[in-house]
């Protein structure tokens, strides 16, 4: 990864993708290559929670796109790789791709891609509780994309989120309606995504009835779209609302299917973060959960039979 990084920079910083290089620039409307068939399948990966099989193919997309210099693609695929490290919380590399996809993004003048880099960092940077920071950048791709004619449903989500942070709840659903009102019902992973921030918002004010039943609709969506991830991030955040209302039982149960996801993914960090929750709340439930336990440790020792994510 380290040798990589090193390779981004001195591309970027040597400018080899400015579009003037270029008499013509190739997107994939103009013509579909191996490029964009390995960003596609990286994003698939990505949603399904695969995190190591999406890295392998954002990177050969990032290869395809530099070896044929389509600029728009290089600044798609390095979001894709900035996706990714930011879900594996590691932030110095996050910041690093999502600053070189933006400037690749500016120099082309294509506002989609830039907004998406903006909006992924600001992401990133609301993570981290750098708000007013991250409230720039969100300005930013919001003059961005109405010039271009419309503003994206993540983009109101992010907004949402960060008035969330900052307790401004009756602000971040409003920006939360905006957001549905932008995307198609059929788009089930932004759908599920404005509804789970919904959700948040909800519990974070005090309305944890409100909340679960936001939380529900998500799952059924992430259900439907296959992405694991979000269904896990469901779970986990239903489980927190009946422990708390002290429904262990039912609790519990969304708690363990959160976690068996988790360990299919391979994410060790939040499984083992919560183990002992587990324990705690199957003893107060009266329930045994060994037969869990062992699979999620065999899973996450990668001893899963199909191995979807290896």
């Given amino acids: 990864m380290r040798k990589i990084l090193v390779v981004i920079m001195l591309l970027a910083a040597s400018g080899i993708y400015s579009c003037a290089a270029t008499n013509k620039t190739t997107t994939?409307?103009?013509?579909?290559d191996q490029g964009d068939r390995e960003l596609k399948l990286g994003m698939y990966w990505y949603h399904r929670g695969c995190s190591r099989k999406a890295l392998d193919h954002f990177q050969i997309a990032y290869e395809h796109y530099s070896l044929r210099d389509q600029p728009q693609g290089v600044a798609r695929s390095l979001i894709g790789l900035a996706h990714l490290h930011r879900l594996a919380d590691n932030r110095e590399n996050a910041l690093l791709f999502y600053d070189?996809?933006?400037?690749?993004a500016r120099r082309c003048g294509d506002p989609t891609?830039?907004?998406?880099?903006?909006?992924?960092?600001?992401?990133?940077?609301?993570?981290?509780?750098?708000l007013s920071a991250a409230e720039i950048l969100l300005d930013e791709a919001q003059l961005v994309s109405t010039k271009n004619g419309?503003?994206?449903?993540m983009l109101f989500n992010h907004r949402a989120v960060l008035e969330m942070k900052e307790?401004?709840?009756?602000?971040?659903?409003?920006?939360?309606?905006?957001?549905?009102?932008?995307?198609?019902?059929a788009d089930s992973p932004a759908a599920a995504t404005i509804r789970f921030t919904r959700a948040r918002v909800l519990m974070r004010s005090g309305n944890d009835e409100k909340a679960m039943?936001?939380?529900?609709?998500?799952?059924?969506?992430?259900?439907?779209?296959?992405?694991?991830?979000?269904?896990?991030?469901?779970?986990?955040?239903?489980?927190?609302?009946?422990?708390r209302s002290g429904q262990n039982e039912i609790a519990l149960d969304c708690l363990e299917r959160?976690?068996?996801?988790?360990?299919?993914?391979?994410?060790?960090?939040?499984?083992?973060?919560?183990?002992?929750r587990l324990e705690s709340l199957a003893t107060q439930a009266g329930?045994?959960?060994?037969?869990?336990?062992?699979?999620?440790?065999?899973?996450?020792?990668?001893?899963?039979?199909?191995?979807?994510?290896?």
């Fill in 167 to 185: 307790g401004r709840y009756d602000e971040a659903l409003a920006l939360l309606d905006q957001a549905a009102s932008s995307v198609a019902e």
């Fill in 28 to 32: 994939s409307s103009d013509r579909p």
């Fill in 113 to 130: 891609v830039t907004t998406r880099a903006l909006s992924g960092k600001a992401a990133l940077l609301i993570d981290s509780d750098d």
């Fill in 100 to 104: 070189t996809a933006i400037s690749a």
């Fill in 258 to 276: 959160s976690l068996k996801i988790y360990a299919l993914m391979g994410n060790r960090k939040i499984v083992l973060d919560n183990l002992d």
């Fill in 287 to 310: 329930s045994d959960t060994r037969i869990t336990v062992h699979y999620i440790n065999q899973w996450l020792a990668g001893e899963a039979i199909d191995v979807v994510c290896r």
């Fill in 150 to 153: 419309s503003v994206s449903a």
């Fill in 213 to 243: 039943a936001q939380f529900q609709q998500a799952l059924d969506l992430d259900r439907s779209a296959d992405f694991s991830r979000g269904m896990a991030a469901d779970l986990l955040a239903m489980a927190d609302i009946y422990e």
